[in-house]
C-alpha cells in the first residue's frame, strides 16, 4: 500500500498513437493485491518508419476490494520520429460486475495524460470478459479509445484482444497461450480489412519465486496478419507481486 502511495505522489510530478501496447487484461480482481510490473514490445519490419520501434510500459496497481481496483502507468516509446521519450501517464479504475467459476466480466476506465505530439490526451473504455471450460480459458478485451481536449478530433477506435490459456503446463510449470491483438479502426468507420492492424502468435508464461516472493514473467511473439501491423513482434512482461 505504502509503495502504490508513493507512485500516486510522484506522478503528480510528473503529468506537468493509440495501441493497446500488448496487455490483455483479466476481469477478475483480487482485494489486496499489489504488483510492479514493467512490459514491453519490440518490432521487426522491413519498412525503416516500423523496425526497431519499441515501447516500455511500468506499471502499479492495487486492488481496494474483491471488485475494484485501481492501475497507474508509466509509458516510454521509440519510434522513427521520435526518441525514446515519455508517451503517456495512464491512470485506471476496474469494476468486476460478475464473478463465477466459469465466467467473470468488469468495466474498465482510463484517462491517459499524453505528453507527446500536441498532448492530446486520451480517455479509454473497455468491456473485459472471460470464459472457462475445462483446461482452456478465454480472455477478451473490448476496447474503445478517443482523443479527448480542444485539439482533439475524430471518432472512437475500436480495438478487439484475445488470450486463449491452455490451464495445462507445457512443461514444468511452463504455460502457453494464443494471443491475438485487432485494431479495427473507427466505430463510425471500420477500416477495411488489409488497413487494420492484426497481430496474432504464442506466449510462454512461468511463476518464478525468490525469496518467497513471486514473479510472473511471460515472453511472447506476435505475426501480422495484414500489412499495416509491423511483420513481427517481441513481446514481454515481468510482475512483482506483494
Not at 511500468?58 to 492501475?71: A, C, D, G, K
Not at 492492424?197 to 512461468?206: L, P, R, S, V
Request: net charge negative.
Amino acid at each position: 500500500m505504502k509503495i502504490y502511495l508513493i507512485v500516486n505522489i510522484l506522478s503528480l510530478f510528473i503529468l506537468n498513437n493509440s495501441y493497446c501496447h500488448h496487455k490483455i487484461y483479466s476481469p477478475r480482481v483480487e482485494e489486496g493485491r499489489q504488483s510492479l510490473e514493467w512490459r514491453g514490445h519490440f518490432d521487426l519490419d522491413d519498412r525503416p518508419s516500423k523496425n526497431l520501434a519499441h515501447h516500455h510500459v511500468l506499471e502499479t496497481e492495487y486492488s481496494w476490494t474483491n471488485f475494484w481496483q485501481s492501475e497507474l502507468e508509466f509509458h516510454i516509446s521509440d519510434l522513427e520520429a521520435t526518441p525514446l521519450d515519455w508517451e503517456k501517464t495512464e491512470f485506471q479504475n476496474q469494476v468486476q460486475i460478475i464473478d463465477k467459476d466459469y465466467f467473470a466480466a468488469a468495466l474498465y476506465f482510463s484517462y491517459n495524460f499524453v505528453t507527446k505530439d500536441e498532448g492530446i490526451d486520451e480517455i479509454e473504455y473497455k468491456y473485459l470478459n472471460e470464459l472457462k471450460y475445462k483446461d482452456l480459458k478465454l480472455i477478451s478485451n473490448f476496447i474503445f479509445e478517443k482523443k479527448v481536449g480542444k485539439n482533439s478530433s475524430g471518432s472512437t477506435e475500436f480495438t478487439v484482444s484475445n488470450y486463449l490459456q491452455f490451464l495445462k503446463p507445457l512443461y514444468k510449470e511452463f504455460f502457453v497461450s494464443i494471443i491475438g491483438f485487432s485494431e479495427l479502426g473507427k466505430v463510425s468507420n471500420i477500416s477495411t480489412f488489409h488497413e487494420q492492424e492484426h497481430q496474432y502468435g504464442f506466449q510462454i508464461e512461468k511463476d518464478i519465486y525468490i525469496n518467497n516472493s513471486e514473479y510472473e514473467f511471460a515472453l511472447g511473439f506476435l505475426k501480422s496478419i495484414t500489412d499495416a501491423a509491423p511483420d513481427n513482434t517481441i513481446l514481454w512482461n515481468l510482475e512483482y507481486e506483494f
